[in-house]
């Protein structure tokens, strides 16, 4: 029990800007999603830690704060930012280990249906499932292996920070549980909840 | 402002479907449609699944015709106003009448609004209305004696005639004891105006709303739509539909009508367009 409550926590939730209040309508259209996340950070909060750090691109971050204080944080949020394209550096900020609680916005492709924002690709759902696969088997080797290249190429804009939080967890062993998993715009999004054990 | 609607309270930036329903055999619009007071219960179970925040109940047309004495105006309205009243105790009933002892009846029968679509012709009515605690429509007819059309009228001014005894009427109100927050004023398209008078208002009606005070509307299949468009009674809806949104975009609050679903949808683009009210939904682009 205690060494679980030291254990790094881990979230994952998605990225869309229409979770973001400015972009609120009368009715949310991601209801599920939304509850998903907010419940996952307040997972991530449970233990008190000293700060929450973000690990995603701008729009990322910007959802995950806003996830964050929906879910009553109030605490110090450090964010860092995740390469956006090959070649780019690594945020010299980054931790070299998982923090206490780490938040990761990223979702996957944006092709996957016909109607999805960037229209139908075949690719979109071999790749997302890889990436679901591992999400939820805690498998970080494969996230830190994603196709960064293929990931543009599929409007999948998760793929640097989740290729980020594959190379930080390492060869940790990891309890994951998938709260959420789902496309309802054509959009890949997963609520995951990663337990670093040692 | 917020507005007092009787036992009703609306926010701010509320804007309200008064649909209109009739307890006559002779409107304009319906001809008698609800005349049979079953057919006019329909009509207010319709309204209601359509979203209307309010109905109108009307005993008298407002058209030259029949005489219609106070005594056969309440028996048209006042035990329908309790029908309606027992069976939607959340919707507004508002009872169009120009006659205090009529208005003392629907009020004890549950009325929550006095729509006196003749300028204050009974003075007696805001006291009831102060009485009653009910809220109360301030309309300008140009001194038009009720049921009567105009003819010839002209105005040096027309909005500001309109300012100017709505505003007095507002005043009279308040003065008699009617909650400020339970006085609305209203242009009155077709009474006591011609079109081009209509016509004049609704580009204008900004000046009504600058006054704060809210401000109804009532456009719906109206002889100015009719003439401005030279269509007849049964094709005036685009008409109706263009005027209000223009009076939604000058931030009218209430609007007096027969359809209200293509109202409520106008005059939630309108309230939308002009950034007072969110989309119901956002997901393009956002996903």
Redesign the interface.
Known sequence: MSADAAAPRIAVVPS???LLPS?????D??PEVRAAAVEACRWLLAPGPSEVVVLADALGARVGVSLLAAAGWTGAVRAVGVPGEAGVPPDPGAPAAPPDALLVVADGS?RRTEK??GHLDGRAHPYDERTGRALAAGDAATLADLDTDLGVELLAAGTPALRALGALVGTRSVSAEVDYEGD????AYWVVRWTCRS | MTLRLGRHRFDDDATLMMAIVNRTPDSFYDRGATWAEDRAFDRVVQVVEEGAEIVDIGGVKAAPGEVIDAEEECRRVVGFVERVRSAFPDLVISVDTWRAPVARAVCEAGADVLNDAWGGADPALVDVAAAHGAAIICTHTGGQTPRTRPHRVEYDDVVADVLRDTLAYAERAVAAGVDPASVVIDPAHDFGKNTLHSLEVTRRLGEMTATGWPVLVSLSHKDFVGETLDVPLTDRLTGTLAATAVCALAGARIFRVHDVVPTRQTVDMVGSIAGRR??????R???
């Open positions: 869309p800007p229409a972009y609120a309508g009368r009715q259209p991601l944006a999805a924002p309802p715009f054509g959009v | 969110r989309p119901a939904r956002l997901i682009g956002l996903a």
